[in-house]
């Protein structure tokens, strides 16, 4: 019986959650996960490292690896074959430290709340 999955954590949702080239297709559109979003976003975006991303995250350096190999593969099938994007779902819970202990940044979830 596999591990049951350990919650990723994430900083905030995206303010945008669907992309689409002009005369692609919406059909079969491609779906990027909350975390994968979150890996890329840290990874490609913030210029951090795995080990640096699986510390904000809360998962294994080797998880981030996976999470972000697929998410790469996602947003190049979207972009090469003209398919929808959308940003959704996954196995997340947004981030709930005080602000001493937070390991985000300023624009965190739990910054903003306060």
Do not use: W
Request: aromatic letters at 4%; a neutral charge.
């Amino acid at each position: 019986m596999p591990r049951p999955q350990r919650s990723r954590r994430i900083c905030r949702e995206p303010e945008y959650v669907a992309f689409h080239a002009e005369g692609g297709s919406r059909e079969n559109a491609v779906l990027l996960s909350l975390d994968e979003y979150e890996v890329l976003r840290l990874v490609d975006y913030e210029k951090l490292t795995h080990e640096q991303c699986a510390e904000r995250m809360d998962i294994s350096r080797t998880t981030v690896t996976e999470i972000c190999e697929s998410a790469r593969h996602k947003l190049m099938e979207s972009l090469i074959t003209g398919r929808a994007l959308y940003i959704m779902g996954g196995n997340v819970r947004l981030c709930e430290e005080s602000r001493e202990g937070c390991t985000c940044h300023k624009n965190c979830h739990c910054h903003r709340q306060k």
